[in-house]
């Protein structure tokens, strides 16, 4: 039986990593090749599962830490998802603040399962103006210093670095970032994509099919910065009902809120990782979602509603670098502002606690 390919995909919150992977699923799906995805979260109630579940693709959602600390729950995905339809390739996407996965999953996969998949090399996705901010190329608000040695991090153990959002910058932009890219990380490979209008997406996949997983050492890490720098991520995941006497634009709403948001959060000097939104009505398979990936960014619309509505349920999940019970707060007085009626039937806001990988191989 043809062993299933691995792909993982990584990257920090906010990078596009769900586009992406939608994109790779749908190119895959035109070659004739079978997709099963996995998403994972340190909740429940993931925008991303919803997604690309409305694509038509098989999803299992993989909540309460990272692959590397629900490594088990992983394999039962696989499991799950081949009982229905042996999928040809699987694509996962981990939690957007993890690192450390070449040694917590991918060699683990290898070593444990190798009968069962071949390993594709780790790709992480990058945002590129989040990129320049972090690497130094440009002004602007970041992370504080242990968050961002998580990103750095994901970085260095990359095979393949994945600039996406390629027409966000000008020629000359890109080409310095690239080039301090190639110089940083000089063992990874460097390509640019457009995961939103599929420029480059080709290439990407092609690199992804072309070779396994390079052997080689694991990347040097320390556990206590990873740690404290996740501690000092909030979570929020809010599911909320929507209603109104009459019909309203569901599209125009899910702007407004996470504008509200935005600039609140702004105020209180509280860095945006990533802000995702959904809003199905009560009645039909419509979906709208709207995105935010950093302050001084402007929410976009990957999905519109076709029609109005008068009900519907509103799913938030925030990433910010600031308290959860704050993080609450603020979608709240924000809830309150919105021109409809607005009833948090579901809410979840913590810290990340600290990663316990079920494995560590320090060799490939």
């Known amino acids: 039986m043809a062993k299933a390919r691995y792909i993982m995909v990584g990257g920090f919150l906010g990078a596009g990593k769900t586009t992406a992977i939608l994109r790779l699923a749908e190119m895959l799906r035109d070659d004739g090749r079978s997709v099963g995805l996995i998403t994972n979260d340190q909740s429940v109630n993931l925008v991303d599962t919803a997604l690309l579940a409305s694509h038509g693709f098989p999803v299992e959602e993989i909540t309460g830490g990272c692959f590397c600390c629900r490594f088990d729950s992983l394999t039962d995905a696989a499991d799950k998802l081949s009982a229905v339809e042996r999928p040809d390739v699987f694509l996962a996407e981990p939690v957007g603040s993890c690192t450390d996965l070449t040694a917590t999953v991918s060699y683990p996969l290898r070593r444990l399962y190798g009968d069962a998949f071949s390993i594709a090399p ?32 994901q970085l260095e153990e990359a095979d393949i670095i994945v600039v996406n959002k390629l027409d966000t910058l000008t020629p000359d932009r890109l080409a310095a970032l690239t080039a301090t890219l190639g110089e940083r990380f000089p063992d990874a490979k460097v390509l ?18 072309a070779d396994d997983m390079p052997a080689g050492d694991a990347m040097e890490i320390d556990y206590d910065t990873y740690a404290e ?31 509200d948001l935005h600039r609140r959060l702004a105020d209180l000097d509280i860095e945006v990782a990533h802000l995702k939104m959904t809003l199905t009505p009560d009645t039909g398979t419509d979906l709208a979602v709207v995105n935010l990936v950093r302050n001084g960014g402007r929410p976009e619309a990957s999905h519109t509603l076709n029609e109005p509505l008068t009900a519907g349920e509103c799913v938030v999940n925030l ?3 600031g308290d959860p019970e704050t993080l609450k ?17 579901h809410q979840e806001a913590f810290r990340p606690g600290r990663p316990v990988p079920t494995h560590r191989m320090v060799h490939g």
């Open 122 to 153: 780790y790709s992480v996705l990058i945002d590129p103006v989040r990129a320049e901010r972090i690497l130094g190329l440009a002004a602007g608000n970041s992370f504080s210093p242990k968050v961002a040695y998580i990103y750095v991090k």
């Open 192 to 209: 640019t994509v457009s995961a939103r209008d599929g420029t480059n997406m080709a290439a990407w996949l092609a690199a992804l099919q």
């Open 229 to 259: 720098g996740e501690a000092l991520l909030g979570w929020l995941n809010a599911t909320v009902a929507l209603d109104s006497a009459t019909a309203f634009d569901g599209n125009a709403i899910l702007v407004t809120l996470a504008d």
């Open 319 to 321: 990433r910010a670098e």
């Open 329 to 345: 707060g603020v979608l709240a007085e924000a809830l309150a502002s919105l021109t409809v009626a607005a009833t948090i039937e």
